[in-house]
């Protein structure tokens, strides 16, 4: 099951895709990390479907990512009299916190933060940006507003405050719930959302404790504001579209994906691109020309994996959706200008020794034509360091632990695979050689980097580079 590319591909999985012959068939058609998107479906139902993917590692002998992707707080209007109303451009509205039904003239709003955050002249946004207010007056428990944008407005749709700064944790009852859940079936990755600040990614790492991976979706424009600071808290950033889509202007949402995408290589740290991939393919056969290139864009900014939503959780084609994003990916990868663009933009290593080895790995790897660079690390954190170099072939990354071996399944260019702990040089030698053949990566003649941190199991040692050949 070797992929033949280095980005990774990460499918949502829903009532579409919720079968051992569904998940299974998303798996082969290419899928390396399996999104469970828990602002939907029971707590038995994500279950069932992690069991299915544990299932399939014994089956197919490699390790499979799985991402539990929290809600985080949602901030919704309340339900109307009539099950809807039609607000026009210019007439006046009221937001409050009086929970009786709403009319033409108000709505309840239940979130105290909201208000707490208004001044007048903010606007806030509703049904996915469909209908904008502008705050006229506000108080601690109401907000006049002006209607700017209109439209119908029905039951308990969301609301977002694109200009302001919300007192309230990415972590609901709910989240801690789910979480709680998660951690203890044995996610590799926790998605957080709502993430505004760097104290938001903070909380959650306390309460992880080191049981998951921490993915930090950038879904807030206020996130742009501490960019640095989230994305060295994070184990890996989420550029999500979607949410972001909303709360931005549209034109600025390709600069934002831009940054965060070279902030997070720079770092070292794992980024994916998410929301409206290949949107069609929930009801079509095939993308539209202008979706293939959304994600062959991901791809020339070497992203380390592409997400799938709507496509493969609800759609009709879901494994023809993962099918043709891999190869999408594939002819992106293979193109003239990919490697161009992969070169031009190689990181300079940090001045540490663990940097300094993993970028002359890359160095040596591509000067002898090796067939693959292998990493030995406990935590990953080697094998990391070698992904961020982006290099011209395969990374084999081992690992004694399973844990870290699935985590790895997002990092782009890895192929990663358990094997027993080393004690020796000379047995971690011996066991890149089998591995790398045993997994098709290398044959008689050819030759292998390898890097690995001594003393052996000690997390971020990585001191040592051996060339060594298959016999």
Same mark, same amino acid.
């Given at each position: 099951m070797r992929r033949q590319r280095n980005a990774k591909i990460i499918a949502t999985l829903g009532p579409a895709t919720s079968s051992r012959a569904a998940i299974e068939a998303l798996f082969e058609a290419g899928a390396d990390v399996f999104r469970l998107n828990f602002s939907h479906g029971a707590h038995e139902d994500h279950r069932e479907r992690y069991e299915t993917i544990r299932s399939l590692e014994t089956t197919y002998g490699r390790p499979v990512g799985i991402l539990l992707d929290l809600q985080g707080p949602k901030l919704r209007v309340g339900s109307f009299e009539n099950g809807k109303i039609t607000l026009k451009i210019?007439?006046?509205?009221?937001?409050?916190?009086?929970?009786?039904?709403?009319?033409?003239?108000?709505?309840?709003?239940?979130?105290?933060?909201?208000?707490?955050?208004?001044?007048?002249? /903010?606007?806030?946004?509703?049904?996915?940006?469909?209908?904008?207010?502008?705050?006229?007056?506000?108080?601690?428990?109401?907000?006049? /507003?002006?209607?700017?944008?209109?439209?119908v407005l029905s039951n308990n749709k969301g609301v977002n405050v694109p200009d302001a700064v919300l007192d309230v944790s990415p972590l609901t009852e709910k989240d801690l719930a789910d979480l709680r859940f998660g951690l203890q079936l044995g996610v590799d990755w926790?998605?957080?959302?709502?993430?505004?600040?760097?104290?938001?990614?903070?909380?959650?790492?306390?309460?992880?404790?080191?049981?998951?991976?921490v993915m930090s979706k950038l879904e807030k424009p206020q996130a742009m504001d501490h960019l640095e600071e989230i994305v060295e808290l994070s184990d890996a950033v989420m550029v999500a579209r979607g949410d972001l889509g909303v709360e931005c202007p549209p034109e600025e949402v390709p600069s934002h994906q831009k940054r965060i995408s070279r902030v997070c290589r720079e770092a070292g740290k794992p980024v994916i691109v998410a929301t409206q991939m290949l949107e069609s393919m929930v /009801?079509?056969?095939?993308?539209?020309?202008?979706?293939?290139?959304?994600?062959? /864009?991901?791809i020339?900014?070497?992203?380390?994996?592409?997400?799938?939503?709507?496509?493969?959780?609800?759609?009709?084609?879901?494994?023809?959706?993962?099918?043709?994003?891999?190869?999408?990916?594939?002819?992106?990868?293979?193109?003239?200008?990919?490697?161009?663009?992969?070169?031009?933009?190689?990181?300079?290593?940090?001045?540490?020794?663990?940097d300094a080895i993993s970028a002359a790995a890359s160095q040596v790897a591509q000067t002898i034509s090796a067939a693959n660079i292998v990493t030995f690390s406990s935590t990953g954190s080697t094998t990391l360091r070698a992904a961020r170099e982006r290099p011209t072939v395969p990374i084999l990354g081992l690992t004694p632990r399973l844990d870290t071996a699935r985590r790895l399944a997002l990092v782009w260019g890895v192929h990663s695979v358990q094997t027993d702990d080393c004690h020796s040089f000379r047995e971690m030698v011996d066991t890149a050689l089998r591995v790398a053949c045993g997994e098709g990566f290398a044959s008689a003649g050819d030759s292998l980097v390898i890097t690995a941190g001594v003393p052996f199991g000690t997390p971020g040692a990585t001191n040592i580079l051996r060339i060594a050949w298959v016999e």
């Open positions: 210019g007439q006046k509205f009221r937001l409050d916190m009086d929970p009786a039904k709403g009319n033409d003239l108000r709505a309840p709003l239940l979130h105290p933060e909201v208000f707490a955050a208004l001044e007048p002249n /903010t606007d806030l946004l509703m049904d996915d940006g469909k209908i904008r207010v502008r705050v006229l007056k506000c108080g601690k428990d109401f907000a006049e /507003t002006e209607v700017v944008a209109g439209g926790v998605a957080l959302s709502f993430v505004q600040r760097p104290s938001d990614v903070a909380e959650a790492r306390k309460l992880i404790a080191g049981r998951a991976f /009801t079509a056969p095939t993308p539209t020309r202008a979706e293939a290139s959304d994600v062959a /864009t991901a020339y900014d070497g992203v380390d994996a592409v997400m799938l939503s709507a496509e493969t959780a609800v759609g009709d084609y879901a494994p023809e959706a993962v099918a043709m994003m891999d190869r999408i990916i594939r002819h992106a990868e293979q193109d003239p200008h990919y490697e161009m663009v992969r070169l031009s933009e190689r990181r300079i290593p940090e001045a540490t020794a663990q």
